[in-house]
């Protein structure tokens, strides 16, 4: 017995050595170099993209590696739901991708956590990148004290998305007999009144993560109406209560809710709970981006633009008032710690040209470019015309801080308790202000 | 030959735990000034600003009412199967189910059986006219609805358990207590619970310790909501580590668990020697 433990105390032993050698081995991204330095290198590419829309990112890949035989890209996808937790993990243990997708609300920490390498050299190289071809706002967010540390891979707006057959079941149509899209949130609640007598939901919001309600729900609307959850200056302090367009938007989800024109379920509604029931003429309007369009096309194939259903500019608090919309999207970082950083600069500096951002951005979302909605596909398709009148209007529901996902989901937390509870929405919002300024903001 | 076993526990055991400590006491959320010592200010930031008496107060109200229900229904269900000979062992096997399901599996399950618009429940309440409800939306039903989640789950494994302590009961016993003229119910009250007694405060004290850190339903089925309705300790220690990035409070948070889990466990240690020396 004593023989038998000793030998397998011995494997063991072996085991935990090689495994500690093996770990020790391996630290730091992929990539590797001969000493003659001419070998190939090796580069990991990570992306949050779903495998319907990564082939054009493979496309893109295929064709540095054509034009770069030394740089090979071994391609990554992480799902969305624990992406970020993903690629902070492999950080924190001095690994990670080479170069990655990065969510807009990321860049401050990770940049301020040392993750990002440092891009302001490329940026400011004309010959590699043309900043002068870029939305100056998608810019800023991956700017951080001065520096570039990511350069944008795309942005999205949300748009007002309503069903035809509802709009003429209910007589909301215009003289030509398309329906009648509500201009005004008063509009907007009168036919929300009439499909909730015509026995269908009038209205519907997302609210199943923590930047539902800045992104998707409250915020478009309160960006019609000019609202603010941060200050956009210096201090970056919480204003929500003092900022007539916030309190004034989530009024209007409040009210929407009280008048029983909403499904239920709203504390978690999600995406695609939000299409089925638009799909099957049951929801007759919600706010969304353009990945709606594939997500129903999936649910109901036979539920098509134009003609079951349309979109339209986000409706405006007063009429005359120019409306607007959120929006966000990717941007592309580089792993400090890359092993290969030169190699990891070429390929981020050939994946930023235009050219590559325009074929990337057709599966659901917008090029980061200044023209990039006026070139095909995107100028061809009426689909795209709600969007490109609320895009120069649009802009992020919460300005970048490195404690966005805090924030967010402070605000998630008392405007869903006004909006789904009817608690008071000014102290709902005055709760916000305090917990944030005092407890995430200043630590 | 001790240096082998000492060396495996100390890398996957002491080593995490120290390490939590240790990051616990300093700054680590993703800034410039990771690494820097802070002493006790994420635990004092915890209670000022992190609803950390709430978090433990919800916490309490789970694990209690889970364990209460899940004991008392799986009593019950021990000593109905005790009466039966040959179908005991096939519905036992049925009744199991629940148990080895993966705690995600039961999650998906029971949200859409919980659905508002098309959910199983929702579909029965109102065919027998009852009113509908967002049983996860309310934060006054959510945190009931993942009780019952959790009870539907784990009672199986005081089945087991008890329906086991059952079987050791001797004979005699019962036999004794029918010529005394005890009915059933009076043999249950005066013979077999109190025979039991061993079984039921070992069993409550490991199930303690596995519903306190019980976290799949809370993060599948509500997200810790709806307003932080079911936000337990397990979620919170998530949510403040990988989705705020606040890794040190995150770890404070771990730390506390682990302080709470470690009176559990030397209560566990203690009431087995005594239980297992005095049983008979």
Redesign the interface.
């Known amino acids: 017995m004593q023989y038998t ?2 030998r397998g ?1 011995v494997a ?2 072996m085991l ?1 050595a090689g495994s500690l050698a093996l770990a020790a081995c391996s630290g730091g991204s992929g990539g590797s170099e001969s000493s003659t330095g001419s070998a190939t290198v090796t580069l990991t590419y990570m992306t949050s993209s779903p495998e319907a829309t990564i082939g054009a990112e493979k496309d893109v890949i295929a064709t540095f590696e054509q034009a770069n035989p030394t740089i090979k890209i071994n391609v990554d996808a992480g799902p969305l739901s624990n992406y ?2 993903q690629l ?1 993990t492999a950080f ?1 243990g001095g690994n990670g991708p080479d170069i990655f997708w990065v969510n807009h609300p990321n860049v401050q ?2 940049a ?2 040392g ?1 990002l390498a440092d891009l302001t050299a490329l940026a400011n190289d004309s010959s590699q990148f043309q900043k002068d071809k870029f939305i100056p706002g998608l810019l800023q967010i991956g700017t951080v004290g001065g520096k570039q540390y990511t350069l944008p891979v795309n942005t999205d707006a949300r748009v007002f998305w309503y069903n035809t057959a509802l709009f003429k079941k209910v007589g909301l149509v215009d003289s030509s007999g398309n329906p009648k899209v509500p201009t005004t949130w008063a509009e907007m609640q009168a036919d929300a009144a009439l499909f909730k007598k015509a026995g269908v939901y009038g209205f519907a919001y997302r609210s199943d ?2 930047y539902a309600m800045a992104y998707e729900a409250v915020g478009p609307f309160m960006k019609t109406a000019g609202g603010e959850i941060l200050s956009s200056d210096a201090t970056a302090q919480a204003i929500a209560s003092q900022s007539a367009g916030t309190v004034a938007a989530v009024t209007l989800l409040q009210d929407l809710v009280k008048a029983g024109v909403t ?6 509604m999600n995406e695609t ?1 939000m299409n089925k ?1 638009f799909a099957s003429d049951e929801l007759a309007m919600m706010l969304g981006g353009p990945w709606e369009r594939p997500s129903l096309e999936q649910i109901a194939p036979d539920f098509k633009f134009g003609t079951d259903y349309g979109v339209a500019d986000v409706p405006v608090q007063q009429a005359g008032d120019k409306t607007a919309s959120t929006s966000g999207g990717w941007q592309l970082g580089v792993n400090a710690k890359s092993a290969n950083p030169a190699a990891a600069e070429k390929f981020a500096a050939f994946f930023e040209t235009p050219e590559n951002l325009q074929k990337l951005a057709v599966a659901g979302s917008f090029p980061p470019t200044i023209d990039g909605l006026s070139q095909a596909p995107f100028s061809s398709d009426p689909f795209y015309i709600p969007f490109m009148d609320v895009l120069p209007n649009s802009g992020l529901p919460i300005p970048p801080v ?2 966005m ?2 924030v967010s ?1 402070a605000f998630e ?1 008392y405007a ?2 006004a909006i ?2 009817g608690k008071s929405v000014s102290d709902q919002l005055s709760a916000f202000d305090n ?1 944030v300024n ?2 995430v903001l200043g ?1 | 030959m001790a240096a082998v076993p000492a060396a495996i526990a100390l890398a996957m055991v002491v080593y995490p735990l120290a390490f939590n400590i240790w990051q616990s006491l300093h700054v680590e959320r993703l800034s410039k000034n990771d690494g820097q010592f802070a002493g006790l200010q994420s635990y004092s930031q915890l209670l000022q600003f992190g609803g950390l008496l709430d978090t433990f107060r919800t916490t309490l109200l789970w694990t209690v009412g889970c364990l209460v229900l899940q004991s008392l229904i799986g009593f019950i269900a021990a000593v109905v199967l005790d009466g039966m000979s040959r179908a005991a062992s096939i519905i036992r096997a049925l009744l199991l189910v629940p148990w080895v399901m993966p705690g995600v599996a039961v999650s998906a399950v029971w949200s859409t059986i919980y659905d508002p618009i098309s959910g199983l429940l929702n579909s029965v309440l109102g065919s027998l006219h009852l009113p509908t409800h967002d049983w996860l939306g309310d934060p006054k039903t959510a945190l009931a609805s993942l009780v019952l989640v959790n009870v539907w789950k784990g009672f199986p494994f005081w089945m087991l358990m008890l329906a086991a302590g059952l079987k050791s009961i001797p004979q005699e016993v019962h036999e004794a207590a029918a010529l005394d003229g005890a009915g059933y119910l009076k043999r249950v009250r005066f013979v077999i619970v109190p025979m039991l007694r061993p079984v039921w405060v070992l069993t409550t004290l490991l199930a303690f310790i596995w519903t306190f850190n019980y976290f799949d339903l809370a993060y599948v089925m509500t997200n810790g909501g709806p307003n932080g309705a079911t936000t337990i300790l397990a979620f919170d220690i998530y949510q403040s580590s990988f989705v705020f990035n606040r890794f040190d409070q995150g770890s404070a948070l771990s730390v506390l668990t682990f302080l709470t889990m470690s009176i559990a466990i030397a209560v566990y240690f203690r009431a087995s020697r005594r239980l297992g020396g005095g049983a008979s």
């Open positions: 433990l000793r105390s063991v032993a935990a970020d937790t902070v924190k920490a990770w301020n956590a993750y993560s923590d499904p239920p379920g709203e504390s978690k709970t029931l490195a404690q996902a805090q989901a937390k869903m308790a789904n509870d917990e005092s407890s630590q």
